[in-house]
């Protein structure tokens, strides 16, 4: 089955720094790939998401690539904030039919220190 | 906008008892998901259903059970719960264009004791 990795597990950036996480997928039908957001005791909450199609997508200061043939996606957040200090997912699915379930990564937890 | 409502947000339960989960989707979602997460994981998918109809099912106990109703929403059934049933259970809703996209609520926290 489909299978997703996401390094790092913990990220610490200083306030105004950028910050990177990467997915690698496993399924070669998987054709959309989303990002959420959770705060602590709240569910995820969708920051971007990108499909199969398009390479690269962004919204203000947070972008995704794709890079279909490596199976690989990033998120890419410029001038961190305090506010974005969260545990990150990522996810992908085959959308495809009535429904598609997201298969998850495994969480990054991102500090940003004032 | 309306998001997801589930219901309750906490519960506490004994080993062997049973549970009920609610969840509403967004209105004019057709499509809503289960997920499980427990402590430090990421979300597991449980279950899906479309207009009412099962359409996907992943790791679900065969204790647990849920449907969609004419409403849209959706009921999780969780009998003979264990201690290891303990965690957030999340759902989430799609509907039309940009159907793939899905929206969480904000989870049942659910601890068996």
């Known amino acids: 089955g489909e299978n997703v990795e996401q390094h790092p597990s913990t990220l610490s950036v200083q306030e105004g720094d950028s910050a990177v996480i990467k997915c690698t997928y496993s399924d070669s039908a998987s054709n959309y790939f989303p990002w959420y957001k959770q705060e602590l005791g709240k569910g995820p909450q969708l920051i971007i998401d990108?499909?199969?199609?398009?390479g690269e997508k962004k919204d203000q200061r947070i972008a995704v690539t794709l890079n279909k043939t490596a199976k690989h996606f990033s998120l890419h957040i410029t001038e961190t904030q305090p506010e974005d200090s969260a545990v990150y997912f990522c996810a992908a699915s085959y959308y495809g039919g009535a429904t598609n379930k997201l298969i998850f990564g495994t969480g990054t937890l991102l500090a940003v220190q004032p | 906008a309306a998001g997801v409502i589930q219901s309750p947000r906490h519960l506490i339960k004994e080993k062997r008892e049973t549970a009920t989960l609610k969840c509403y989707p967004i209105?004019?979602?057709?499509?809503v998901y289960w997920y499980q997460q427990g402590p430090g994981q990421d979300p597991q998918f449980l279950i899906s259903?479309?207009?009412?109809?099962?359409?996907d099912k992943g790791s679900i106990p065969d204790r647990f059970s849920a449907q969609q109703f004419s409403d849209y929403h959706s009921e999780l059934n969780m009998s003979s719960l264990e201690l290891g049933d303990s965690a957030l259970y999340f759902c989430?809703?799609?509907?039309?264009?940009?159907?793939?996209?899905?929206?969480f609520g904000p989870g049942t926290r659910l601890l068996v004791l």
């Open positions: 990108i499909r199969s199609n398009v």
């Open positions: 989430a809703s799609s509907s039309g264009m940009g159907k793939e996209t899905q929206y």
């Open positions: 259903f479309y207009e009412k109809m099962q359409s």
């Open positions: 209105p004019r979602h057709d499509t």
